[in-house]
């Protein structure tokens, strides 16, 4: 199995998708757990840019779209054709108290949320990756492509947490992404 450029609808761009999205959808609680490692509460609400988010700002906002992505696999899953639920993530952002919120609790929801997904997706049969889900905006996407997505968001804000990781230790000019 070799990593490859895929066209992910959800994304709308190519994105660099590893072949093995198991073992990649299972590694990511633990390179949180490491992304925060060592790192002091000032550390974790720097703002590299007024637009930019902090660390617990990041991981925050993947706590809780792992929320929104578990929902909509099991309507996908489950129902037949179902309107998916969206979500505004710079709204959830700004009202749902990420700058103040602990980033533990936080990591520690999405692994046991994540877990008890793939877990689901082991459980189903091979033919339930191709059920569909209408999204509003992106249309229809099957379970497959949704569990792409989740990977894809995944490693997406894995390199924003480096890179702001980076910005934080002085390695790099918050100029530089
Ligand atoms: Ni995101």
Do not use: N
Request: proline share 6%.
């Amino acid at each position: 199995m070799t990593d490859g450029r895929v066209y992910c609808p959800i994304c709308q761009a190519e994105v660099e998708r590893p072949a093995d999205l198991w073992a990649a959808a299972a590694r990511t609680a633990g390179r949180l757990y490491r992304a925060i490692r060592g790192l002091t509460e000032a550390d974790l609400a720097y703002r590299p840019r007024a637009d930019a988010w902090s660390i617990r700002e990041i991981i925050l906002h993947l706590a809780d779209t792992e929320l929104v992505h578990g929902y909509r696999l099991r309507r996908a899953l489950a129902e037949d054709s179902p309107e998916l639920p969206t979500f505004d993530p710079t709204a959830w952002a700004a009202r749902a108290a990420y700058d103040r919120r602990e980033v533990r609790p936080a990591i520690a929801g999405f692994r046991a949320l994540r877990l008890a997904t793939l877990d689901l997706l082991r459980s189903v049969e091979p033919a339930a990756f191709e059920r569909v889900g209408r999204h509003p905006r992106f249309g229809p996407l099957t379970v497959g492509q949704l569990f792409g997505h989740l990977v894809d968001h995944d490693l997406e804000h894995l390199r924003q947490l480096e890179w702001t990781r980076a910005v934080v230790e002085g390695k790099i000019e918050p100029a530089s992404s």
